[in-house]
Every structure is written in C-alpha cells, then in structure tokens.
C-alpha cells in the first residue's frame, strides 16, 4: 500500500496488538506424507486460537525465494522485503548490538592468513580462538589512525570473525568484497563504485595498508578480509508508518537491532521465557505494539534437530497460555520464514500464520489447528508477509475508509 | 492486466455476462465459532451454483483496506480502485442523478450557522428541513450569477446536505475544503493547488461571498461550507475496455452514476426486484453485459440488522431462481465489499464471490454452498477484485491467446 495514501487512512486508538514471532517456524515432514514440526507438536493453547482465529501462508519475499533473517523481518513489519532490504555489514553490526549511526559503512571481517608473497593461504586464519581475535582487534585499535578524521571501529564477533565500521561524513557504502574468496592469490583492493563509495575506498584501503603492517608478525592471522559493505540508510519508524509505539522483547541481538532499525523501543534483554512474559505485562500500558522474538526455533532447525524443534514450539505453546489474561485486540503467531530441521536451513517454504482478534473481528475459517495443511486452507490464503500488519491494523480499528 | 495488451486480445461474439452484486455481501460471526449472514442463509439456488461453479475470496483494494462504495464498484468493473478513484464531490453528484459533464467540479455543501462576527456556531445549521434546504437552494439560484459566463448548479441532498457543481472550460479540481471542521472560527477560504484549480478557486470564492450577502439574514442558515471538491475525469468505458455493452439495472442513485460513469446504459431506476427481473429479461438480447445491483444487504449491514441482511440474501436467492431460464454464459455473483452486521460499517474483509460458466467453461471446486469460509477453500482463491471482471470475460470466450 502507498505510504502516502496509507498516511492518510491511518488513525490511532487504545488497541494492542501483539506480534509473536518463532524464528524459523515453517517446516518440513520428515517423510512422506508425515507431518511437520509445527504439526507434530501438541499445542492446544494456539489449537483453540486456530480455531477462533483466521489462519494463513505466508510468502516473506515471494514464490522460490529463500529469505535471511533481515528481509524476512523487514516484512513481517511491513516493509518491503528487497527494495529495503539491509546489507551484510549492517546485520553484522546489529547482531554484535552495535549502535550503527548514519554515517557509518559497515563490513564482515575474517582474520586470514597471508604467506610471503602476500598471497591467501587461509581465508579463516585457522579459526582463531575468539580471545586471540580480541587481542588482534585490541593491537589494531590502539596502531591506528585514519587521515581526515575518519574513525573506524572493531568488535569481535567469535573466532576468525570481527566486525569493521568506518564512520564520517559523506561515505558510501558500493564497495566489493576485498575477499575473492579464493586461496593462492592476493586479496584484493577495495574499490567504490559511486562518488562517496570511492571516497570510503580510499579509507579502507588506507586501513589495510596499515593493518598489514601492524599484523607482519602475527601467525596465523596476520591481515584481513572484507565484506558486505553497506551503508545505513534509515528507514521510516514504523511509528512513521502506521503511528503505533512499538516494543520489542527479544533475546538475540540481530533481532533486537532489526527492531531497533525500525524505530522500536528494545526492552532489556530478557534472560528467560518467564522473564519475557514478565517485560510483556509490565510494558502493556506503554505501547501499541509488541513484537515477540523467540529464537530457538530456527536454531534446532538449523541443527538439523527436529525434536528439538517440537519441544521448542510446544514451550512456547505453554508461553502462549499467559497471553489470554491480556487478551490482546489483535494476536499474530508466526514466523519470519521456514527453517525444516530435514533441510538444516532455511527455506522458501510459505509460513504458517494464525491472526486472532480478541475483539472478534477476524473471520473464522474452518481450521481446527495449527499448522502448514490447515493454513493452506485458512481463510486469509495465501498473502504476502508485508500485508500481515496490514490485516492487523485493520482488525486494531486503525485503518479508516479509502474512498466514499 | 495492461489496457493496451488487453484491447488486442479482446473479441465480440453473443455470449452473455451477468453480475449480480449484493452490496456489502460480506460479513462477520455474531459470536467466535459463529456464521457470517451469507453463512446463515438459507441459500439453495446460490449454493447449486456454487456446486456447479467455483469460489473466490476478492479483496477490492489490497489486505487490510476498508473500501467506499466508489473504488469498490471501479474494482468489480475492473478499474483500478486507487489510480481511478472518484472524488467525493462526484459521488454525491451522482447520488443525486446530477448529469456530471467534463467541464464539472463538484462538492458537498452543508448549510452552517456563522454568528455576527463571521465564526461558524454549528457547522450543520441545526440540521435544517429537508424542505428549508430547498427553499434556499432556490433563492441562491434566483439571486446568484457568476463572472466570466461560468455555471454553477445547487441540488438538495438532505436536511444540511446539498450538492455544488461550478461548470465552465479549463476547471480544475484540486481545491482544499472551506469547512475545517471546527466552531468558533471563520470559514477557510477556496485555494487551489494548481493553474486550472485556481482558476476554479476565484469562482468559488466569488460564489462563497454571493451567498453569505444573500444568506444574511436567514436562520439558522446563514451561509454555506464545501468538502470533497472534485473534477469528473473522464475514465475509458466498459465498452472500450472490454468490447461489450453494459445495462446496469440498480434502484439506488449512488449505483446508477457509478455505473453511467463507466459508460454503461443505466434502465429507467425498477421500484422492486420483480420489476429488475423483468428489466433484464426484456433487454437480454440488445447487450452483453449486465449490473445488477441489490442495495439492502448494505443498508442492513450498516444498521447492524444481522437477522434482515440474512433476510435480504435469501430474497436474491429466490430472484437467483428466475436466472436459470435465461442460462447466461457468465454469472459472477459477489458484493462490492464487506458490511459485517456487527460492525455496523463497511469492512476490510474479503467478499465471497461465485463464478459460474452456462457453457461448462470454468473449473468446479468441491465447495457445497456460497459462504465466506468455502470461499475461502474456493478454486479461484482469493484475488484481486479487479481482476474478477478478466475472468468472466475469458468465460465468455472474450479474451483471445496471448503470443504464440
């Protein structure tokens, strides 16, 4: 929907809604005709929400198209999963919570291993153990200074991999990666490939330079490779767009700071689920919205571990049961893209969502669980992710009339 | 689908469409686990096509839009509901069967109260008589004339309510509303926001000051505020469009202006359902297309009467018998959008539509009746509306191959 024409339709009131997202939740059987993890666990709380709520499929970016974690959230919030997708670096930054500002140009590092000839003889640096990446980052820092003023920053991320911001004003952030990914050649300059991005060129490579000479010694991590340069550019607050305050109650950094990339307030790092339930009832008064984040999901499915998978969903099952005393107005359940435990990745496989008004004004559709069979069949369809928040702010009573 | 891809592909020959819209079809469950009003129906001519047809949930502006009965209806005929949405003024032109032209800009009038100092008290002069309405509309007529030739033209909506059209060349529409919504401060004055609007904005300025001399000594009315300025685009026909020749048979004037809009022959306005039945079988050989268009189940809807909207579908279920005789190649039968009874509003739900093929050409589903949650499980999914016209048309072998 038109951000202008979308402007003018939207109202605020006292409603709340609720965004419960399980990281990774679609899924796969583990045979023929089996069932998913999602089908496989018992979960009677979301069961009884299916069967008073309209169940759908979602598509994060569209027909085949497998998301990562950045877009696949971008549209759950409502944004446009590729035209404002987020570069590599960036997440990076999110995911070590690095407060990116908009003049910073952000890069994934690795720790590599050079030989004599200056050639790459290990991309990795033998997987260093992260306290000696500390230490590399620590030396590097207090060797280096950049001309003109620039600043730059490192964090560590874990072994080989760190974190890379430079920060100044009027860079760009179209630079190739300086890792060819190859071994036995050197690796290579950066370059931009507009104005500013020529002008944040000339600083990387005036660092590598220097991060060359501070490493010489250094065995076996004695240079750097550089990629997924992107620069920040900021996105309208989802305050901006549909006028909710918005909070996020999210355990992983990477998830905090995409929440925090569109204008929520990121509540302190809940420790526990009983903790999470605990900031959601404490923060109810404060805000509009609730985005929910629960991680290990995809983490199993990633593993490869299916039953790990169920128990997960069914923890969270039980973690849904404490939202019916809130009885939000409006209650999302879903995930920002599948992950199946027999494919140990994610996926394009549409996800399972279920929209719940307790004020009931959803259809009811003949579901009676839920799970990726009965959302195919719910009445929502088949919708894109971005069009989510739109039928939740319509059941909140937030959106007016178009047209007489 | 692109208008000049679709004029190459599109052919004549005597098929027979009809749509029968029920306006504001769609709706809600009184109560969780509930039936919708077309669920509660008791529908038997409806649900045997639905056996023989298929299905289809239709969304008449995108996820989570609450349409007006203006781009609802552009989107049933295939326009775009957005791009080729019609102002407000143009819809209370024809609301009142005012014959909109190209030279036309139109708005809505409230007669107001103004005190001495020239500030509105009340913002609908009490609401002021039918009758008292048309007592003044007639003495500004008598004593108003316009510089530079230009036309202007008063009907009586009701109580407060009138229509406003200044006609002359090289108007524009793009004026702000003299109404700010508020007591105790002046009327705004006209501004337009470009050359022709300007041009339009003098007029009504000279108008506005006209009126407040002849309404000076009047009460509770003593002066007049405008909303909804809009210029009559012209849109392409249904016959340009499509190759086909409309008859719109509609007891509702909102109704007939839409479809006079879109270029289709309005029939002379049938007082009750039989005589719509008769209409459209003494005119079934000179066109190809029909609107029929039932208002009641929108009236209802908005009055919260569940139990009379599910009254008002099984009296168009009897009508629906009468069709058969007549065996039209095509038959869509759907709403314009959503008034759920217990929202006593129009809504952002999608509407359950029928599609069924005389000639045996579209697929059958294994739906067993016309309701919102076997629409939802309906062969044709859920879609766009404005596409829904695309269908019939191929139905009606209408649409030749696209490429080779």
């Given at each position: 929907m038109d951000q202008e024409i979308l402007n003018s339709l939207i109202v605020k009131n006292e409603s709340k809604i609720i965004y419960l997202i399980m990281d990774g939740l679609g899924g796969l059987p583990q045979q023929a005709g089996g069932k998913t993890e999602l089908e496989t666990a018992q979960t009677p709380n979301m069961d009884k929400l299916a069967v008073e709520g309209s169940l759908a499929l979602l598509d994060p970016i569209g027909h085949g198209m497998t998301p990562g974690s950045g877009p696949a959230h971008l549209a759950l919030f409502?944004?446009?999963?590729?035209?404002?997708?987020?570069?590599?670096?960036?997440?990076?930054?999110?995911?070590v919570d690095f407060p990116v500002t908009g003049k910073d140009v952000c890069a994934r590092l690795n720790f590599c291993t050079l030989d004599a000839d200056g050639n790459v003889t290990d991309r990795r640096a033998g997987r260093i153990a992260s306290e000696i990446n500390e230490r590399l980052c620590q030396k590097l820092k207090d060797s280096i200074t950049l001309s003109d003023g620039i600043e730059f920053f490192l964090k560590t991320?874990?072994?080989?991999?760190?974190?890379?911001?430079?920060?100044?004003?009027?860079?760009?952030?179209n630079i190739n990666d300086t890792d060819s990914q190859q071994t036995g050649v050197p690796p290579?300059?950066?370059k931009g490939k507009d104005e500013p991005s020529k002008k944040t060129a000339t600083y990387v490579n005036e660092f590598l330079a220097k991060v060359r000479d501070v490493l010489k010694d250094e065995s076996?991590?004695?240079?750097?490779?550089?990629?997924?340069?992107?620069?920040?550019e900021p996105l309208p607050t989802m305050e901006e767009r549909y006028g909710i305050k918005c909070a996020a109650i999210a355990q992983y950094p990477?998830?905090?700071g995409l929440a925090r990339l569109v204008g929520m307030d990121v509540l302190e790092r809940p420790e526990t689920y009983e903790a999470m339930a605990e900031?959601?009832?404490?923060?109810?008064?404060?805000y509009d919205f609730f985005f929910v984040h629960f991680k290990k999901t995809d983490s199993y499915g990633e593993d490869g571990n299916f039953d790990a998978k169920v128990n997960v969903i069914e923890e969270v099952d039980k973690w849904v049961k404490g939202l019916e005393s809130l009885n939000p107005d409006v209650l999302v359940i879903t995930g920002d893209?599948?992950?199946?435990?027999?494919?140990?990745?994610h996926s394009w496989h549409p996800v399972p969502a279920l929209l719940h008004c307790g004020n009931g004004?959803?259809?009811?559709?003949?579901?009676?669980?839920?799970?990726e069979d009965q959302c195919a069949q719910g009445g929502l369809g088949r919708m894109e992710m971005k069009n989510i928040i739109l039928e939740a702010l319509a059941c909140a009573g937030r959106i007016q009339k178009f047209g007489a």
């Open positions: 409502g944004y446009d999963p590729i035209k404002d997708n987020v570069g590599r670096g960036i997440l990076s930054a999110l995911g991320e874990s072994e080989h991999r760190a974190l890379l911001v430079i920060r100044g004003e009027g860079l760009g952030g290579l300059l950066a076996p991590a004695n240079f750097i490779l550089a990629r997924g340069f992107a620069k920040h990477m998830y905090r900031q959601l009832k404490e923060n109810y008064d404060a893209h599948s992950t199946p435990a027999i494919m140990k990745a004004l959803n259809r009811i559709d003949h579901t009676k669980s839920f799970g």
